[in-house]
């Protein structure tokens, strides 16, 4: 397994609104930069492994193992203990191609309840981060991240970084 020097997760949300009125045009700019830098480790603001992928569905859905079926890019078998950083874009940009997430994962820790999904549409993201215990993977029980594509067929990116 490879070692992480630095894992650095961003987001950037800006842009500039008027409104046009008849004597002035007032401005309001939207600024938000939030950003989170890992160091390799295990304690809180540390993963010690990444993951991700650009994969293909065709009208069908993939279950990813986050406890044992994941392959590093040094060919080592990943096992999840915590993930502390999840991004999946869906990059269809076709109206109504929208990717499904559920699973036991989510179900567990991350989104705490039942049956819990994210619908992601087209170009859409899903970003998620608890940098400090991360979100649990429980072999077994907790460990399924389920990607469903429906009837389209739909690539899509995914980054997993955690704890091993």
Do not use: C
């Amino acid at each position: 397994m490879g070692a992480i020097t630095t894992l650095a997760a961003r987001v950037t949300i800006g842009g500039g609104f008027t409104n046009a009125l008849d004597l002035s045009t007032p401005i309001d700019t939207l600024n938000l930069i939030t950003s989170k830098v890992f160091s390799n480790g295990t304690g809180a603001d540390q993963v010690n492994q990444p993951w991700h992928d650009q994969r293909t569905l065709t009208a069908t859905s993939e279950n990813l193992d986050l406890a044992g079926s994941l392959v590093d890019a040094f060919g080592d078998t990943i096992a999840f203990t915590a993930v502390k950083v999840l991004l999946v874009h869906n990059r269809s940009t076709t109206t109504t191609e929208d990717l499904t997430l559920s699973g036991s994962f989510l179900d567990n820790d991350m989104l705490g309840g039942g049956s819990s999904t994210v619908v992601l549409g087209p170009d859409g993201v899903f970003y998620i981060t608890s940098p400090v215990d991360g979100f649990t993977v429980t072999a077994a029980t907790g460990d399924v991240l389920t990607i469903d594509s429906g009837a389209a067929t739909i690539t899509y990116d995914i980054i997993l970084a955690g704890t091993v």
